[in-house]
């Protein structure tokens, strides 16, 4: 079993009123992976995955892209240590 690490996303552009939580939380979930998606204050989209590596990469990679209708112009990622969390929620 590979180990658990953990990411955290920031991401910027056109990415609230496009359904960009909702497709974040389908698309970790079928992958595995664990974590929560939230809107922020600032227009931005903060997110935070737990998992295997190599699906940690493809859940960053689908937040690069967005849904359609999102417009994505920045993301920025930052390791952080995992805490364990078991399942993918969306945050208010």
Avoid at 13 to 26: D, H, L
Avoid at 52 to 64: E, K, L, S
Avoid at 80 to 89: A, K, Q, R, S
């Amino acid at each position: 079993m590979s180990e658990e690490i953990r990411k955290r996303v920031r991401v910027f552009g056109r990415v609230q009123g496009v359904w960009f939580r909702g497709a974040t939380q389908r698309h970790a979930r079928s992958l595995g992976v664990a974590g929560w998606v939230r809107n922020c204050a600032d227009g931005s989209v903060e997110a935070v995955f737990e998992g295997p590596p190599a699906r940690i990469a493809a859940v960053v990679a689908f937040c690069r892209e967005g849904p359609p209708g999102a417009r994505v112009d920045r993301v920025e990622a930052s390791d952080e240590e995992p805490e364990g969390l078991t399942h993918f929620d969306i945050r208010s």
